[in-house]
C-alpha cells in the first residue's frame, strides 16, 4: 500500500499562513489572517482579546523578541478546526527558553476566527538556568 500525500486543507492555509508570519515576525502579514471581529482564548474560556486591533496590541511587543520562533510539531485537522501542537521559543521575564503550545483555531471564510492557547510551563534554556544574578 502506498501512502498518499499530504495535502493541505483550505482551513490550514490561514493557520499556516499565519504562523509563518508570527516566525518572520511581520505583524501585517500575521493580523491579515484573523477575521475582524475574532476572539483569542487562554485554554478554556479566558478571554485575552476580541478583534485584530487588540490582537494586533499583544502581539507587537513579542514580535520584537529576537528569539521568537513556533516550531510545528503535529497538526489536526476536523471539520473547521485546526489544532497546532507547538514548541515556541520565547525570551522569558527570566530569560530565554520555550513553551509546548496546544493552539486550536476555528477558521470560517478564511480567516481564524476563534483561537484558544493552553501553554505548558516553560524550561528556561541551559545558559538562563545555570546564571545567577547575585554572582
Known amino acids: ?45 479566558r478571554l485575552l482579546a476580541r478583534g485584530t486591533a487588540q490582537i494586533r496590541e499583544r502581539h507587537v511587543a513579542r514580535f520584537k523578541e529576537p528569539n521568537l520562533f513556533g516550531k510545528l510539531i503535529q497538526r489536526s485537522v476536523i471539520d473547521n478546526l485546526v489544532v497546532d501542537h507547538e514548541i515556541v521559543q520565547r ?3 527570566e530569560g530565554p527558553g520555550e513553551v509546548d503550545v496546544l493552539a486550536i483555531y476555528e477558521v470560517e471564510n478564511g480567516k481564524i476566527t476563534k483561537a484558544w492557547f493552553k501553554l505548558g510551563t516553560p524550561r528556561l534554556d541551559a545558559a538562563t538556568r545555570t546564571h545567577n544574578p547575585r554572582d
Open 1 to 45: 500500500m502506498t501512502a498518499s500525500p499530504v495535502s493541505t486543507t483550505a482551513v490550514e492555509i490561514p493557520v499556516q499562513q499565519q504562523l509563518d508570519a508570527y516566525n518572520a515576525r511581520d505583524i501585517d502579514a500575521f493580523i491579515a489572517h484573523w477575521a475582524d471581529d475574532c476572539e483569542y482564548y487562554e485554554f478554556p474560556s
Open 91 to 93: 525570551t522569558f521575564a
